[in-house]
């Protein structure tokens, strides 16, 4: 299939909000004490010494809101990494989402949004985010000239979530539009007699019939994504163990903006 041929992102949620993404083209911005990393969850790790700056700092920080997408690396592509069905994907029972790179990317400039792939690093290096006013002026400006270290680094056990962000300090950001990025719709199913029958395609096929719906199949020996004909649209790696050493056969190849780049390059 055309749409897997080249990057894409994705995003996991549960069945019923999955309904409300596709019939609304929108994605709702989140707000950070909602997410699941609890370092995350507790507030960006940084050092604000005087009180004053320290109170305006998290004035600002409480408005940090964002939305999550799983990209693509060299070796998985973002649909296939069983943890985020577990974790994202209401367990199976929810959905993977499938954007068009190139038109999320257009909508974020558009939005004058800033968006990047989050840095993995080790634990302590999350601690080292330190203000001074010589250097950086305002609360503002320092919050502005950290945002990468702030929003975008996180510690290396979320590696496994391959996770792209947009981020905008708001309280109250518009919806972002998808109208034009959504492509495609991916369900957890093992039996692709059991995908066609199950409420989930039916209801979300009858949503909008544009967007093509994937059946993901994460056993090594069934492939890995298939159509609504059972075809093998992305087949997980293959490897070759009856040589000596084994080889791949099929490698997987008030509002404060962020107005400082839409991608880091």
């Known amino acids: 299939m055309k749409e897997f041929s080249k990057k894409n992102l994705y995003h996991y949620t549960s069945f019923e909000s999955a309904v409300k ?19 995350e969850s507790c507030g960006p790790n940084y050092i604000v010494k005087d009180l004053t700056d320290s109170i305006e700092a998290d004035k600002i920080m409480k408005h940090f809101t964002q939305i999550s997408f799983t990209s693509d690396t060299r070796l998985n592509k973002g649909f296939d990494i069983p943890a985020m069905w ?15 790179r190139k038109n999320i990317l257009q909508e974020i400039g ?12 080790r634990r302590r290096l999350l601690n ?7 250097r950086f002026g305002t609360i503002e400006n320092f919050i502005l000239s950290s945002k ?15 996770e792209y962000r947009i981020a905008i300090i708001d309280d109250n950001p518009e919806p972002f539009n998808i109208s034009d990025s959504l492509i495609g719709i991916i369900l957890f199913s093992v039996s692709h007699e059991q995908f066609l029958k199950s409420a989930d395609y039916l209801a979300l096929s009858s949503i909008d019939s544009n ?4 059946r993901y199949c994460p056993l090594f020996q069934s492939g890995g994504l298939f159509d609504t004909d059972n075809k093998c649209v992305f087949p997980k790696i293959v490897y070759d163990l009856t040589a000596s050493r084994p080889t791949i056969i099929n490698p997987v190849r008030k509002t404060t903006r962020f107005t400082h780049g839409s991608e880091k390059r």
Do not use: M, P
Not at 128 to 134: L, T, V
Not at 148 to 162: I, M, N, P, V
């Open 211 to 214: 967007i093509k719906i994937y």
């Open 86 to 100: 577990g974790h994202y994907g209401d367990r199976g029972h929810g959905a993977c989402l499938v954007f068009d």
């Open 21 to 39: 993404i596709i019939a609304s083209k929108k994605l709702l911005f989140s707000e950070i004490n909602k997410v699941n990393d609890i370092n």
């Open 110 to 121: 558009r939005r004058k949004l800033y968006s990047t792939s989050v840095h993995y690093v």
């Open 148 to 162: 990468d270290k702030l929003f975008f680094t996180k510690s290396r056990d979320w590696a496994y979530e391959q």
């Open 128 to 134: 080292d985010i330190i203000y001074e006013k010589a």
